[in-house]
């Protein structure tokens, strides 16, 4: 641009580095039809807050910016935008609103045919027009939620190399191994500041799919961004691929994997340790990085061992655990008890009964029951059955919740003769909550609680129909997948609560970056749980949802984000400084907005100092 335009703009403008961008504009919205004004900057930017917006393009102009789907608005460009970047002619000569969009690909939605169809539409836009596409998603987030994330991307995954239109993220192999640094250079964005990251050996509860498991953090950082409010330029999903155990895929000419088996022990361990150091050397150590579907022999390891060195979490365990304590919390307003009362039974002993197990421990603690007696009120039956002291098979997370009892092998005998008061499902055995062990609960509990927590929706333990019907109306239900309401003959009708994961890491991943939280503890993901539970209202509860509606998903995680952000500071966490005052609110000036005119702060922000970035969002 001109030049003296920018004179002004001095740290900034260096800040952005004059050569990367070509102009530099102030439009006033005051001008109806908007001719572009180049104006002194160097006033206006302390001024302009309110009443301005400024526009800054790359200097990759004219078309590439309508094929940048960061930048693209397609027939929102106005005609003076189209002249500036020499697009003028390239467009159907319309000027339409984002409204406007958002209704053609509404109509355009209701066309699909199925679930897979609308999940590879949804792609498609966002590779085309990201704005529009969150705009899309979060104008009715509880109707595509499901589509983006679990059931539909299962689906997605188990057919991704079919569905395969263009990479997103990075994929990175075992065969490169010593230059994980230079591939990590080859992202385009600088700053990024969550990684979602899986080798695809246990996508949902589907198995092992491979490099086709990059449905997952594609759609978990997606909802980073619709749920938490994280700019999608900061969110960065990786596949590491060690090739794949499933015979199907390696016989599939379409497959997008590598075509081998899983590669193990110390050059996976090696992979492993160098993205870890790669990733934190590039985008600092307080970079967040969220582990996603490894098999649970990886699983558990990994984070042990990263947890105090890196600033890392495991979503199936920890974000599980404090989504499903989330949900008991709630439940414990309706029994009208404490958590140390109950007795849980888990059908499944895999990263996400363990992770839900360790996290009642905890809350039961809190409430003053030894270490001891809380880990005695909690049972495991996994494959080989009731897990006791001295069985085979048990690893050393097992063991813990191992009890002196005879072995059984049957789920039903289990629930007969230990009369949980609740019964968590995390097995992925479609059907497990018989009718009869569903009947048992309701005999020995004035209000069962009952969570078929397995995905996707095939997998559940019962139906959400199945628990209200057997326990006539009594059974406090959540889910994994979500479940129609249900009426019952009574007329009374349920909305069954989803134990959805995205109740709690986007608020946990806005957290930890915005307070640069360098290592995410245990009790971190008991305040979200408390934060999340403290949310549903006793209407919510009277109708059977133990969480809060999707719909307020946006709020709600900001709020357990502004939880997570006190106790992160009152515990000398948090390591941005200055303490913002008001948490909350320094949350919402982070958020991203769908709205065309804030490209500026959304897409670059200065990692040196939030609060002058705070100052550009114009
Ligand atoms: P995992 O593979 O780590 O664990 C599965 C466990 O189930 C293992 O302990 C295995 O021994 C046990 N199991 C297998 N067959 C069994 C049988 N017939 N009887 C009893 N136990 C059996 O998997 P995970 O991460 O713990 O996930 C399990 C399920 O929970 C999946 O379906 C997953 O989608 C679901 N999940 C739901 C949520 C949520 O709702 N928010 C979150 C995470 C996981």
């Known amino acids: 641009g001109n030049s003296e335009d920018t004179v002004g703009l001095d740290a900034r403008i260096h800040l952005l580095s004059s050569r990367q961008f070509s102009c530099v504009y102030l439009k006033r919205p005051d001008m109806a039809h908007g001719l572009v004004r180049r104006e002194s900057v160097d006033t206006e930017m302390h001024t302009a807050h309110d009443t301005r917006k400024t526009y800054v393009y790359t200097k990759k102009r004219g078309y590439d910016v309508t094929r940048n789907p960061h930048l693209n608005k397609a027939m929102a460009f106005s005609l003076e935008e189209r002249l500036q970047l020499g697009v003028h002619g390239l467009l159907p000569p319309c000027f339409v609103s984002q409204d406007i969009q958002l209704l053609r690909v509404l109509k355009n939605y209701d066309m699909k045919r199925d679930d897979l169809d609308r999940y590879i539409f949804l792609m498609g836009l966002q590779d085309r027009s990201e704005k529009l596409f969150y705009r899309v998603l979060m104008s009715d987030i509880e109707r595509f939620m499901p589509i983006i994330y679990t059931p539909t991307v299962g689906l997605a995954c188990q057919q991704y190399s079919l569905i395969f239109r263009r990479p997103r993220g990075l994929f990175i192999t075992i065969h490169d191994r010593g230059h994980i640094s ?291 109306g009594r059974g406090i239900f959540a889910s994994g997948s979500p479940f129609d309401s249900v009426t019952l003959p009574s007329g009374m009708t349920f909305y069954p609560g989803q134990g959805n994961n995205a109740y709690i890491f986007p608020g946990v991943g806005l957290a930890v970056t915005a307070g640069a939280i360098r290592c995410i503890t245990e009790e971190i993901f008991l305040v979200a749980a408390e934060a999340l539970a403290h949310l549903v209202t006793e209407d919510d509860l009277a109708e059977g949802r133990l969480y809060p509606p999707l719909s307020s998903i946006r709020d709600v995680s900001i709020k357990l984000a502004a939880k997570i952000l006190e106790y992160a500071y009152e515990n000398n966490m948090a390591t941005l400084r200055p303490e913002p005052s008001d948490k909350e609110a320094y949350l919402r000036t982070l958020t991203y907005s769908t709205d065309y005119e804030e490209f500026v702060a959304d897409s670059y922000r200065w990692p040196e100092d939030s609060m002058t970035v705070q100052s550009c969002k114009l």
């Open 182 to 472: 230079t591939i990590l250079q080859n992202w385009p964005e600088k700053d990024v500041k969550a990684v979602c990251v899986t080798d695809g050996e246990r996508i949902l509860g589907l198995g092992d799919l491979g490099c086709n498991g990059m449905g997952i953090p594609v759609g978990k950082l997606a909802l980073y961004t619709a749920c938490g409010g994280m700019p999608p330029q900061q969110c960065l999903p990786v596949m590491l691929d060690v090739g794949t155990d499933n015979e199907t895929l390696l016989k599939d000419p379409l497959y997008i994997g590598l075509r081998h088996k899983r590669v193990r022990g110390q050059a996976y361990d090696d992979l492993l340790d160098e993205f870890m150091k790669a990733v934190s050397d590039r985008y600092g150590m307080d970079c967040l990085i969220q582990f996603e579907d490894f098999a649970n022999v990886n699983a558990f390891r990994l984070l042990s061992k990263y947890r105090n060195k890196y600033c890392t979490f495991n979503d199936d365990i920890q974000g599980t655990a404090s989504v499903a304590v989330a949900g008991l919390l709630a439940a414990l307003r309706i029994t009208r008890n404490k958590m140390s009362d109950h007795t849980v039974v888990f059908q499944g002993a895999g990263e996400a009964a363990m992770g839900i197990a360790e996290l009642i421990t905890m809350a039961m603690e809190k409430e003053g029951l030894p270490r001891e007696q809380c880990v005695r009120k909690i049972w495991m039956v996994d494959s080989k059955g009731l897990i006791v002291k001295g069985r085979d098979h048990l690893t050393h997370e097992k063991e813990r919740f191992a009890h002196e009892h005879p072995h059984m092998k049957n789920l039903d005998d289990v629930i007969r003769q230990l009369k949980p008061t609740a019964i968590i499902g995390v097995a992925a055995v479609a059907g497990a909550f018989s009718e009869q062990i569903i009947r048992d609960m309701a005999s020995f509990n004035e209000r069962p609680i009952i969570f078929a927590l397995s995905n996707p929706t095939s997998k559940a333990e019962c139906t959400a129909e199945q628990c209200y019907t057997f326990t006539e």
